[in-house]
């Protein structure tokens, strides 16, 4: 049941970065679920216009690559008295900033595994897509190096992804935010 509750919250969350929403436009309805055999385990699959374009794999492995540009990300504090105290915006360094390589692969089952090299890197890419959109997650090659973690949401269009990932250091000190796309292999 708990895993049916996280599928379906994760299709919706696809299904809101498909569709372009944002906080001020208002949430369009879900599309109902699909009846029939779907097990609990099964990663979402949002509904297709019949294209056979996106991330999805059904027949096999598909591979991505490209390459992402980093830059200082933001932190945003809210006004208020209660946050009149908070300064914290994020530390200023050029660790982390630059072009770096990205190359993920979907797999019949719509999972996702992948690397990052360059300023980001090194660290291992891991998610779910769907026909639509992709979300994805950055963590270490090497937990202990410090390095940056975060997440990321795209958009497939034909043969290509295009999105952006948040991530800061270990630490939380330094933030960077990364545009990434990347072209079937």
Do not use: H
């Amino acid at each position: 049941m708990i895993a049916s509750v996280r599928t379906l919250a994760f299709s919706m969350a696809l299904a809101a970065v498909a569709s372009g929403c944002s906080k001020d436009e208002p949430a369009a309805k879900p599309e109902p679920m699909p009846t029939g055999k779907v097990s609990a385990g099964s990663p979402p699959v949002p509904p297709s216009s019949g294209s056979a374009a996106g991330a999805v794999a059904p027949g096999g492995p598909v591979g991505w690559t490209g390459s992402y540009e980093s830059a200082a990300g933001t932190l945003y504090v809210p006004e208020g008295k209660e946050w009149e105290g908070v300064k914290f915006r994020g530390e200023k360094s050029e660790v982390g900033l630059g072009t770096g390589a990205m190359t993920i692969e979907v797999d019949p089952k719509n999972g996702i595994t992948g690397t990052l090299d360059g300023p980001l890197g090194p660290a291992v890419v891991s998610g779910l897509s769907s026909v639509e959109a992709v979300a994805i997650r950055v963590d270490r090659k090497d937990p202990k190096d410090n390095g940056f973690v975060g997440t990321g949401l795209a958009k497939v269009n034909g043969g290509v992804i295009e999105g952006t990932m948040k991530l800061s250091q270990g630490d939380a000190r330094v933030i960077r935010e990364a545009k990434f796309t990347l072209k079937r292999k």
